[in-house]
């Protein structure tokens, strides 16, 4: 139980940087046809790009759950 309170929130927010990242760049930056295909080497850089915003989502929620004491600094 405590694991789930110290990691939902911080996940969350990585995934909301992430997925959100990857549905910009799949539907408004490489529309059909043209979309990202898994395949291929753009797909996999802008899902790194898509890490980086997702760690920076989840930062600053990380700080907030260690100084709460919600989480333990690593």
């Given at each position: ?6 990691e939902t929130l911080s996940l969350t927010f990585l995934e909301i ?29 802008l899902m790194q790009v898509g890490m980086l915003l997702g760690f ?19």
């Amino acid at each position: 139980m405590a694991a789930l309170k110290a990691e939902t929130l911080s996940l969350t927010f990585l995934e909301i940087g992430l997925f959100g990242w990857m549905a910009l760049m799949f539907f408004v930056f490489f529309p059909a046809p043209e979309h990202l295909h898994p395949a291929s080497p753009a797909c996999w850089f802008l899902m790194q790009v898509g890490m980086l915003l997702g760690f920076a989502t989840a930062y600053p929620v990380n700080v907030w759950l260690i100084r709460r004491g919600i989480k333990e600094a690593m």
